[in-house]
């Protein structure tokens, strides 16, 4: 199901008995919701879409696909680098492996993908916040990885471990956000080799929504593991999805030591992997869409299909990432023609996968929220939707090709969120929705303002942006002319102070600071 809420309407607090708090500002809080799409006292949840997926590709162009995708496992073969293991699973499987390279018999990782499931359920710590991976599930997830913020003083600089709080703060408050994401920010403050500790313990401390594991290193996914057998215990853990993590493929065709280390902890664990080549066309896979969507699909079905050399029925994602590059300066490019064609082709090879798919979110190249971001923004977060996609990262506060995460972005895209959630509903054909009763009794040649089917329906017909300004020309200047990055800046700052952290069992949270306590004591601290 879907429940929007207006931007500034922030998700409740948990009250010390873990159930939801319903106070006296419940009533706001609904009612605010009730304007954008939402209902009265309702939990938010993911997105069950109720429109149809736009493809590109007809059968005979998926079935050329396939058939490259094929060729390039058989002839060319994927990279699996610094890992003896994983060379030697492929050995036993059946696959050809010559030195670090692994030709696949036509077939072989479409066999081993039989057993990963279509669906899957990640699990937050709080049930209400579960959410639904695949079928016609949508799931929101803020921005991913930047080493520099944009913060509420206009500054880009380093993020530090506030900035990746109050990111995740932000996240949890936000209505149309349903995943507390992974590295939102990478807080260069704190030691490399420490700094996951930090960044899991503020996605279990600051939210409950479900959040992403670290896979930086094989033994940050142990602690990572380790950490959420404390929240949600061992039998738990290894029966049940609660983490779904990033793992990139290294394009063109290689997957390196880092990555396969940290698939194989997940994967044993029963977590999920999101296996992502990530690309920039015309430097990492052909300039052409059907070139990259072959390298892509040779890809995932490599990395893919190893979780289940690992662990049979673990669950994995189809992930994409796709860019365009400037052949005048080989920067990245967002928001163009050709990356959303690789999205929209890329869902079509996901579902004939029979797997979940990832791709898009709300990317940009701007250096600040301006309208070429709003633009580029857009245009990647329709094709996102429309493709069907279940897993969207970087949904929120992407902003300079994904080096800055941006509090001003943040807040504004999660107002476009809210409106993609809003489309996702699609028509309703209810008698309600039909409105025939108003249509008669309003008649020709009179208005609608009054009649009894808008009184009944004005509080939840249209999505209320609290970004946009819809105001008279003389309201806004009485104002003070504000532009929408300056009301998002103020948005964020009346969230973060007024936030307030959703209950966390005192006991589970003195264990987890021990066991971070502990771990940062067994080493020194490195910074590279």
Known sequence: MVEETSVDAPAEAETGSGRRGRGAGAGAAARRAARSGGGPGKSLTYITRKIRTFEVLDEEGLAIIEANADTVLEEIGIEFRDDAEALALWKEAGADVRGERVHFPKGLPRSLLKTAPPIYTQHARN??????????????????????????????????????????????????????????????????????????????????????????????????????????????????????????????????????????????NNQACIVTPFILAGAMSPVTVAGTLTQVLAEVLAGASFTQ??????????????????????????????????????????????????????????????????????????????AGTNFVLHGAGWLEGGLVSSYEKFMMDIDQLGMAQKIAQGVDLSENGQAMDAIRQVGPGSHYLGCDHTQANFQTAFYRSNIADNNSYEQW???????????????????????EAPYLDPAIDESLKEFIAKKKASMPDAFT
């Open 127 to 268: 049930p209400e916040r579960s959410v639904q991976i695949g079928g016609d599930a949508t799931v929101f997830a803020p921005v991913y990885g930047p080493p520099f913020v944009r913060d509420l003083e206009g500054v880009r600089r380093y993020a530090t471990i506030e900035d990746f709080n109050n990111f995740v703060k932000l996240a949890y408050m936000a209505p149309s956000i349903h995943h507390s994401g992974g590295t939102v920010c990478e807080p260069v403050d704190v030691p490399v080799n420490k700094r996951h500790l930090d960044m899991v313990y503020a996605h279990i401390k600051y939210s409950d929504k479900p959040f992403m594991g670290s896979v930086t290193a094989p033994e940050r996914a142990e602690d990572t593991i380790s950490m959420c057998k404390l929240v949600f215990g061992e039998d738990y853990l290894d029966q049940n999805t609660v983490l779904t993590s990033l793992i990139n493929a290294n394009s063109p065709m290689v997957f390196d030591e880092t990555m396969l280390g940290a698939l194989k902890v997940y994967a044993r």
């Open 309 to 386: 050399l690992i662990r049979p029925g673990a669950p994995v994602i189809f992930g994409t990432f796709a860019s365009s590059i400037s052949m005048q300066s080989g920067a990245p490019t967002f928001g163009t023609p050709e990356p959303s064609l690789v999205s929209y082709g890329a869902a079509q090879l996901a579902r004939r996968c029979g797997l979940p798919f990832r791709t898009g979110g709300s990317l940009c190249a701007s250096k600040v929220s301006d309208a070429q971001a709003a633009y580029e923004s857009a245009n990647t977060l329709n094709s996102t939707l429309l």
């Open 477 to 499: 200047l009485a104002e003070g002319e504000k532009r929408a990055d300056q009301r998002a800046n103020e948005l964020a700052r009346r969230w973060l102070e007024t936030y």
